[in-house]
């Protein structure tokens, strides 16, 4: 089946059980005045944001996910209408999604069709090094790798995979490589009957063939991108310009919201409303934050619910607003420009009453520092961390399972770099001695310029070796990063 069928036909099976009962309330007013086929009033009405396709369980054994996931070249159109040699995981972009429930045990047997090495990382996973799909594992060109992991109860939220290849990772991810994974929670407590959307976004710039444009390293964009990390000018929603999310007055919708971009940070808004901030990277967190705006860095999720508190048969956008994350020398011209995301198009239909939420959505129970075994500095200069890049043979930090640390990440320069740790969620305890309003799970924490950011961290399983680094991925391509060693009891030196 090709894509573009295959993307037809989810958008029908998608937008069928949300948009039906609008459709059939709005039969007799918007369409009332000549008769339209019940299958083109739907598809009138029907969002054009288009969810990626969800990977295919091929087992049958219950609580396990077994799928296939393959890298490759591709044809196809990064730049809506512009078809180039792409790559992509089974020939889509985004990937398709893996979409699994706590507890379930996953098998992904994934083979690299690629001309060149690389690896799936599950960001933000809890799962056991040797499956972590770090640099330290390649998969060589024409090689498969199963990765198998259980999923961690508690975890529900928001994740995704891309490569994370030595050096190559921003390069293959502007090629078209990155998915999204939904962790669900059986008991989820936010309302089954909420519509859920999924957005990915990244940003790209293209040739005037539609091909990426990745400059030359030792020409002036070159090195305009390894200092600010590689941003496009083109802003895509699941792969998509512009697309459309189709809303009532009165629905609130449930959204979960990935920043698969190398560098760009979002500060997303919608004019004239709030959004409900209700989970971050490592899921829901207890109550409801009401935020006029919200900044995402590279690789932070977030899940906001939606509201539709504007009137029937009006529009409004979801942008991304001006956010100074720059070096004054580097900053570019247009930092400052607002950008369209999508819009939201509000249906005719009558207003509905807003659902109820409820009170807690979940307890987010802080991690213990009365017993903190070591508090850690982590310095971040430009491309630097504690002044030097990454060794594949060395061992920056050696912690002990079992230990809760607290890490202390002080940027001493003067723009953003996104902290991000493989394996462990953290909690972030303040920044720049401020204490965090909100307790929430994270993976990435966007270390503002001169900014000092304490998260508390506990190595509670899998040891092995895991990475931290900076996730703009010029900076981490470049050694922005660094290994920590979690070393089991029998490991311990003896005193
Ligand atoms: Cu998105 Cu090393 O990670
Ligand atoms: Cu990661
Ligand atoms: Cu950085």
């Known amino acids: 089946m090709s894509l573009q069928h295959r993307v037809v036909r989810l958008r029908l099976m998608r937008t069928f059980p ?133 999923i961690p109860r508690g975890t529900a939220g928001t994740y995704w995979y891309h490569p994370h290849p030595d050096v190559r990772t921003g390069y293959q991810m502007a090629m078209g490589l990155f998915g999204a994974i939904i962790v669900r929670d059986a008991n989820d407590a936010l309302p089954a009957s909420l519509p859920e959307k999924l957005l990915i976004l990244s940003d790209n710039r293209f040739k005037p063939d539609g091909a990426p444009d990745i400059a030359d390293p030792n020409g002036s964009q070159g090195e305009i991108d390894q200092e600010n990390g590689r941003e496009g000018n083109v802003l895509l929603v699941n792969g998509q310009l512009s697309p459309v999310i189709n809303i009532r007055s009165g629905e609130t919708q449930r959204w979960r919201v990935i920043n698969v971009s190398a560098a760009r ?137 079992g230990a809760t640390e607290i890490w202390q990440i002080e940027n001493v320069v003067t723009m953003d770099h996104p902290f991000h740790l493989h394996g462990f969620q953290f909690q972030i305890l303040d920044r720049d001695g401020v204490p965090e309003p909100y307790r929430s799970w994270k993976d990435v924490v966007n270390v503002r310029k001169h900014q000092i950011v304490r998260i508390v961290v506990r190595f509670d399983d899998f040891p092995g070796k895991w990475m931290f680094h900076c996730h703009i991925l010029d900076h981490e391509d470049h050694g922005m990063m660094g290994i920590l060693e979690v070393q089991p009891p029998s490991a311990r030196r003896k005193s």
């Open 18 to 150: 949300t948009i039906i009962v609008p459709a059939i309330l709005l039969g007799a007013f918007a369409f009332s005045r000549r008769s339209i086929h019940p299958r083109e009033r739907a598809a009138a009405l029907a969002d054009t944001l288009v969810m990626p396709p969800v990977l295919k369980n091929i087992s049958s054994v219950p609580a396990t996910v077994e799928v296939n996931l393959v890298a490759g070249p591709a044809r196809l159109a990064l730049l809506p209408g512009h078809v180039t040699s792409a790559y992509a995981y089974n020939g889509s972009v985004p990937g398709p999604t893996l979409d699994v429930h706590e507890g379930d045990h996953v098998i992904i047997h994934f083979r690299n069709n690629l001309p060149e090495p690389t690896t799936i990382h599950w960001h933000g996973l809890h799962i056991p090094a040797a499956m972590d799909g770090s640099p330290l594992r390649p998969v060589g060109p024409g090689k498969q790798y199963d990765y198998i992991f259980t």
């Open 265 to 401: 940070i979002y500060r997303l808004a919608i004019p004239g409303q709030t959004m409900l901030h209700v989970g971050d990277d490592g899921g829901l967190f207890e109550h409801p934050r009401e935020v006029n705006d919200i900044l995402l860095a590279n690789s932070e999720r977030v899940e906001l619910l939606i509201r539709g508190t504007q009137p029937p048969n009006t529009r409004t956008t979801l942008q991304t607003l001006p956010y100074d994350r720059y070096d004054p020398h580097t900053r570019p011209d247009d930092w400052d420009v607002t950008h369209d995301l999508l819009s939201l198009r509000y249906l005719g239909a009558p207003p509905q009453p807003f659902v109820e939420l409820p009170r807690v959505m979940r307890t987010v129970v802080a991690l213990d520092t009365t017993h903190v075994t070591r508090r850690q500095v982590i310095v971040l200069s430009q491309g630097l961390i504690n002044g030097r890049t990454m060794l594949m043979g060395r061992v920056d930090i050696r912690s002990r399972l």
